[in-house]
């Protein structure tokens, strides 16, 4: 089991998750995280804090199809573990339908 990001955060990119993560396993794009299967712990700590309702369990329906998007970002993109200032339109893109086709970005994030 893993939990996952999903397209919530895209345009986001609020970054509580980060700072509670015990084993820094987020990487950042451009305008989404993701989390690496593989190194996450199953500990569930990282699910209640994003505001977007983002990270949910891979248990959980649709979640499936977001682990191997979540692995092959992961091993693309740096590791964040800081918490930085959520993206400019966040609070306006937060709860918007159709954001993985509308604005979702393979650039590379700044990590840390
Ligand atoms: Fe990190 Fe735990 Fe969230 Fe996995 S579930 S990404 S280990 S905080
Ligand atoms: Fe994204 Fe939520 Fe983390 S919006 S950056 S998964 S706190």
Known sequence: M??????????????DCVEV???DCFYEGENMLVIHPDECIDCGVCEPECPADAIVPDTEPGAEDW??????YSELWPVLTTRRDPL???????GEEGKF???FSEKPGEGD
């Open 2 to 15: 893993t939990y996952i990001v999903n397209d919530k955060c895209i345009g986001c990119k609020y970054t």
């Open 21 to 23: 993560c015990p084993v």
């Open 67 to 72: 682990v191997e998007f979540n692995r092959k």
């Open 88 to 94: 400019p339109a966040a609070d306006e893109k937060d």
């Open 101 to 103: 086709e509308k604005y």
